[in-house]
């Protein structure tokens, strides 16, 4: 069974820092593509990031290029995004998911970062 | 970029009614890579439909999807209780990957 666990949300002061990892289980984790998503308070899905499978390739929307960087431990099964420069903007509820292609086919339970002072 | 506008809003529909939802694109989808997700109050979302018209896996055959270019549907072909929730399309086909706004499924 496909198992993606989120965690390292918490309350950041704007400007401030964050990384969140994921840790999977239960398939290939270097086969895949990996594929970070959030939805802030209320509202719908945004991608944020994606990775493929050797961490060679990374992909980012635009209200997060330059400010936010995935990357991936296959050796481990572990996922992150690191987050720099946070903004209110940025309060969501970060999910992993699971790519089939580009596609966030599996996601975890998401882990909740707050952007506020 | 392409857009994902999703109507209606919101559909008030009654258990056992049909429900088709609207997914339009700003630009020919590429290799009908648009899917279809459900979320319901406090849950992740999950897939349903992808690439147009395949179901995921243990999803019920009720759920069917169609459509190609720019223009998508779910149809679910009478509703359960359990299927009063949020759907969103989503394209994969070009980065930025992109969402619809959703639409609500109301008792």
């Known amino acids: 069974e496909v198992q993606l666990v989120e965690s390292g949300g918490a309350l950041v002061q704007p400007g401030g820092s964050l990384r969140l990892s994921c840790a999977a289980s239960g398939f290939s984790f270097n086969q895949h593509f990996m594929i970070w998503v959030r939805q802030a308070p209320g509202k719908g899905l945004e991608w944020v990031a994606l990775?493929?499978?050797?961490?060679?390739?990374?992909l980012y929307a635009d209200s997060v290029r330059g400010r936010f960087t995935i990357s991936r431990d296959n050796a481990k099964s572990s996922l992150y995004l690191q987050m720099n420069s946070l903004r209110g903007d940025d309060t969501a509820l970060y999910y992993c998911a699971r790519g089939l292609g580009w596609l966030p086919g599996s996601w975890g339970q998401g882990s909740l970062v707050t952007v506020s002072s | 970029e392409i857009v994902l506008t999703q109507s209606p809003g919101t559909l008030s529909l009654s258990p056992g009614e049909r429900a088709t939802l609207s997914c339009r694109a700003s630009q020919s989808v590429a290799r009908n890579y648009l899917h279809w997700f459900q979320q319901k109050p406090g849950q992740s979302p999950r897939l349903l439909i992808y690439n147009v018209i395949n179901r995921a896996t243990g999803i019920p055959d009720r759920f069917s999807g169609s459509g190609s270019g720019t223009n998508f549907t779910l149809t679910i072909s009478s509703l359960d209780p359990g299927d009063f929730a949020m759907y969103y399309c989503?394209?994969?086909?070009?980065?930025?990957?992109?969402f619809g706004g959703g639409t609500r499924v109301e008792i």
């Open positions: 990775i493929n499978q050797d961490g060679s390739e990374e």
């Open positions: 989503h394209q994969s086909a070009l980065s930025p990957l992109t």
